[in-house]
């Protein structure tokens, strides 16, 4: 349906709903959207801060201590109990984003995701296949695997209805805006169907990347997303040169999270602009400052 609204519509998402229904204050859903998308931009930076900060310890061991495979010593609970190198993370990695965003270099990215993003594919292969042959790798396989029908309750649908929403980016208006920037021949049915596919894949390749591994090392499946930056630098220090390994998986993962960021932030300076470059940098700085601000809200940042 947004597919269809944005094809039609192409405009921008405040105006597009009053453009194809003539009724002004249906605009609201675009607005509820766009704010959507400004808190989502909130969840992102955490994310991508946590990745910075695990870049720059891992430069820390291999530039001043010349270690090349020490990732057990990485210690997620350290990080996120430090409310100060936390908010670091994240201001570092919204600065970046905003950087970008100012000096609307979009077509550098796209150039730039074509080579990087297949790398990232590339890394999560190997890491699933290493991931794998762990001892009690099976278990993990059945738990992501094997239909657990005793445990499809309401609240798991919910959750699984969430899961869905968050990662096809379903009623932010996201789809809205990449819809209405698309050809006018594109087939609505088989572009949707190919991002639901390829969304599903690539989950199911991150399930096996993580829950074989997680069984491996006796974590707890609900410990939260702190998983990725617990059990990765476990796998990885398996690895010959392990910790180069893992560092060129978090620039990837680092570039992975900032073009996701880029586009977030760009649809709220698109939106208020109109294309007004003259307006660029200082709706781009407004929008990262609040986001920002957003940081000192966050229950888990203050963790102690």
Wanted: aromatic share 12%; charged share 10%.
């Amino acid at each position: 349906m947004e597919f269809t609204v944005g094809k039609m519509g192409r405009t921008y998402t405040t105006q597009i709903y009053s453009k194809l229904t003539g009724k002004k204050w249906l605009n609201i859903i675009g607005w509820n959207g766009n704010l959507a998308v400004f808190i989502l931009f909130g969840f992102y930076s955490v994310i991508g801060g946590w990745i910075v900060i695990y870049i720059g310890q891992v430069l820390w061991q291999l530039v001043i201590f010349q270690r090349i495979n020490h990732l057990q010593e990485m210690n997620f609970e350290a990080v996120i109990s430090n409310p100060w190198l936390t908010v670091l993370g994240q201001g570092i990695f919204i600065f970046a984003t905003m950087i970008i965003v100012m000096l609307g270099v979009e077509k550098g990215l796209e150039k730039a995701s074509k080579v990087m993003m297949p790398l990232l594919f590339v890394f999560l292969i190997i890491i699933v296949i290493k991931s794998l042959t762990l001892d009690g790798a099976l278990e993990g396989v059945k738990f992501i695997l094997q239909p657990r029908v005793s445990e499809i309750t309401a609240d798991g649908i919910l959750f699984a209805l969430g899961q869905s929403f968050f990662t096809l980016s379903l009623g932010t208006t996201g789809m809205i805006t990449y819809a209405s920037y698309a050809s006018k021949d594109m087939t609505i049915k088989s572009s949707a169907i190919s991002i639901v596919v390829m969304n599903i894949f690539v989950s199911v390749l991150a399930g096996l990347a993580i829950f074989p591994a997680l069984h491996s090392f006796g974590y707890e499946p609900q410990e939260g997303p702190g998983l990725l930056f617990k059990v990765l630098p476990m796998v990885f220090s398996q690895m010959h040169l392990g910790t180069l390994f893992y560092l060129g998986f978090l620039v990837l993962f680092l570039f992975a999270a900032l073009t996701s960021s880029i586009s977030l932030l760009e649809l709220n300076v698109s939106n208020f602009t109109k294309n007004d470059n003259t307006k660029r940098k200082k709706v781009a700085v407004i929008g990262s400052i609040l986001v920002l601000s957003l940081v000192f809200q966050q229950p888990y940042l203050l963790v102690s």
